[in-house]
């Protein structure tokens, strides 16, 4: 039975297979009519380990400087008490809804840069008090920061 196989290295995730710079034994035919000619995989020389071995470290230094900058971000923006005025009823009720756009403008003017995408609420803000959002700095590190809705002062 001529099941012989050879090694290649990943260059995306191929489902049933792998992910992206795994090292994988698969069957020549496999490798050379599909994986290699659609840029999926290259083969798993000395030379391309190596390299994988040396881009690796490169991406995990990275990651870990942008972990750590993110948790020093998390210690600032959680002593903030932000304050958010809103149009709102006699019952406290708002004219509409706190959006992460409403929240990315107060950071702004503290200084801080966030995009929407960062912002979530636990549950929609609909009323004047104080409410907690969450803002999702990296994939690790997620800060909850106090938001106090008051009413909007009409001039």
């Given at each position: 039975m001529?099941?012989?196989s ?25 490798a ?20 994988l ?24 923006l ?50 004047l008090?104080?409410?907690?959002v ?16 008051v ?5």
């Amino acid at each position: 039975m001529g099941a012989r196989s050879i090694e290649v290295i990943l260059k995306a995730d191929v489902e049933g297979l792998g992910a992206k710079y795994d090292i994988v034994k698969v069957r020549p035919g496999y490798a050379w009519n599909y994986l290699l000619p659609k840029g999926l995989a290259e083969l798993a020389t000395d030379g391309a380990k190596r390299h994988l071995q040396a881009h690796l470290r490169q991406i995990a230094n990275k990651l870990a400087q942008e972990k750590a900058a993110a948790q020093q971000l998390s210690q600032q923006l959680s002593q903030l008490k932000l304050q958010l005025p809103m149009l709102a009823g006699k019952e406290g009720k708002l004219f509409g809804a706190v959006t992460p756009q409403h929240i990315v403008q107060l950071l702004t003017q503290q200084g801080y840069t966030l995009e929407k995408k960062q912002v979530h609420f636990p549950a929609p803000i609909r009323s004047l008090g104080l409410h907690e959002v969450e803002l999702k700095l990296h994939r690790e590190v997620t800060v909850r920061i106090p938001v106090e809705v008051v009413p909007l002062e009409e001039n």
